[in-house]
């Protein structure tokens, strides 16, 4: 099992450029999870999937940011226009419940300049 | 508004001795509460559980507890090691599937040798 993926590991884009960010979850798991982590507010929920439906896009802070999910095995997490405070590290997660909450991948560190 | 938080920013314990990280949360819905793990440039990753059926689970090293009446749980951990050093994020949830986890804002523990 490779695990939950992301894609890229690292981008740097300029401002007002539109980004998209990747994620392969678990096979398996029903449901997939987008993260954003900060130094001032810790891991942010932006939007979660029930067998690729969106259930709650709360957390989403603005009509920038658009999140996919087209079949189980892929998801995408869109900012167009990009700002320097969208500058964060991008948690993707999946998980089927079984007690131990989610697998996250490895993260993709967005640098907005 | 929080709705999860962990007061220490930072800890550091010498290697041997006991870390204990605290969390405390506001809603009283929530009845399970999961402890992750976080290296640099790594995704979190699971630790350990409790639900609020239960005061206290053990998996080696690690003890959590849990203070319903309080709104309040600690992870122990004895004897620290030097490759315990990461940050450890307090999360807890209150739906049914226990799939949409409220995260803190992480303890940054380092164990000196």
């Known amino acids: 099992d490779a695990g939950v993926i992301q894609s890229p590991r690292h981008e740097v884009t300029e401002m007002g450029q539109e980004v998209t960010l990747r994620c392969k979850p678990i096979?398996?798991?029903?449901?997939l999870f987008w993260y954003r982590q900060t130094m001032m507010r810790g891991l942010e929920l932006l939007i979660y999937?029930?067998?690729?439906?969106?259930?709650?896009d709360s957390g989403m802070p603005e009509d920038r940011f658009s999140a996919k999910m087209p079949n189980a095995s892929f998801s995408t997490l869109k900012i167009q226009p990009s700002e320097p405070r969208d500058s964060a590290v991008y948690f993707c997660a999946s998980n089927t419940w079984s007690g131990t909450g989610y697998t996250f991948g490895s993260g993709t560190r967005l640098t907005v300049v | 508004d929080q709705q999860v938080k962990q007061n220490s920013p930072s800890l550091s314990v010498q290697e041997g001795r006991i870390s204990i990280l605290n969390c405390d949360y506001t809603n009283s819905m929530f009845d399970y509460f999961l402890w992750y793990k976080k290296y640099p440039a790594e995704g979190p990753t699971f630790l350990i559980s409790i639900s609020s059926i239960k005061d206290k689970n053990e998996d080696g090293r690690f003890t959590v507890f849990l203070n319903k009446s309080a709104k309040h749980l600690s992870l122990h951990i004895v004897p620290s090691q030097p490759g315990d050093s990461a940050v450890y994020f307090c999360a807890a949830s209150g739906d049914n599937y226990g799939q949409n986890f409220v995260f803190g804002p992480g303890t940054r523990l380092s164990v000196l040798p």
């Open positions: 096979s398996g798991h029903n449901s």
């Open positions: 999937f029930n067998n690729n439906v969106p259930i709650d």
